[in-house]
């Protein structure tokens, strides 16, 4: 069975210090790897994608992600954590085919000033 | 541009009763993804749409959930005899197609009384 796991509802941060929130995912095949956060009363939003290539990626506001297909991991991580950075982070994963896609259950990143 | 809109964003409805649910995509997008999104949980997938046909609709719970996208653009989601288990917040997306991220909408809550 496909799935997508997110192993923390919560992770807690200060301020400037650095932030990863975990995913790991079950796929057959050559998966194609997302990440999305969802502010309060907003739609998701997406902030990065792997699809091949480095495994590095690179993505909006300053987060990043890396791909360990070993590890079926693709944590998303950022430097310095901003208190606009709390949000739930959503990890999805789909396949080439079908296009179909799966969604971790969400983390809730609380960032502390 | 527009984004992808839902219409209504609230519905409140009593228990047997039919409602529908509109996506508008982005426009010139191919695929149109509905998902449930119950709280506390990531969204989960409810069927896909390759222009006007369903291409997956594996994740329908049952045959009181239906979806439509006659003209490849504007989709609806129906539901017929709602129970109070289909109280949920029902998120549309669209995409121009594989290996691109989604584009969600900002949801409609249902809550079946």
């Known amino acids: 069975a496909q799935s997508v796991a997110q192993p923390e509802d919560q992770v807690n941060v200060a301020e400037g210090n650095p932030l990863t929130v975990k995913c790991t995912y079950s796929v057959s095949g050559n998966p194609y790897l997302f990440w999305y956060v969802q502010y309060p009363n907003r739609g998701l939003q997406f902030l990065l994608k792997?699809?091949?290539?480095?495994?590095l990626v690179k993505g909006s506001y300053g987060f990043e992600a890396e791909f360990n297909k070993s590890q079926t991991s693709f944590h998303l991580k950022k430097p310095s954590a901003l208190v606009s950075d709390s949000a739930l982070y959503f990890c999805?994963?789909?396949?080439?085919?079908?296009?179909?896609?799966?969604f971790g259950s969400g983390t809730k990143l609380n960032v502390k000033p | 541009g527009a984004g992808v809109s839902q219409t209504p964003s609230n519905k409140v409805t009593e228990k047997g009763k039919y409602v529908e649910l509109r996506c508008d995509p982005i426009?010139?997008?191919?695929?149109l993804y509905w998902y449930r999104q119950s709280l506390g949980q990531g969204p989960e997938f409810l069927i896909y749409f390759q222009g006007t046909g369903a291409a997956d609709d594996s994740g329908l719970p049952n045959d009181r959930f239906f979806a439509v996208r006659p003209e490849g653009s504007v989709s609806t989601l129906k539901i017929q005899r709602t129970e109070r288990g289909d109280s949920a917040v029902y998120l549309c997306?669209?995409?121009?197609?594989?290996?691109?991220?989604?584009?969600f909408g900002p949801g409609t809550r249902l809550t079946v009384l």
């Open positions: 792997y699809i091949t290539g480095d495994n």
């Open positions: 426009s010139g997008h191919t695929a």
């Open positions: 999805a994963v789909s396949r080439p085919t079908p296009n179909k896609f799966y």
């Open positions: 997306a669209s995409s121009p197609g594989q290996p691109n991220e989604q584009f």
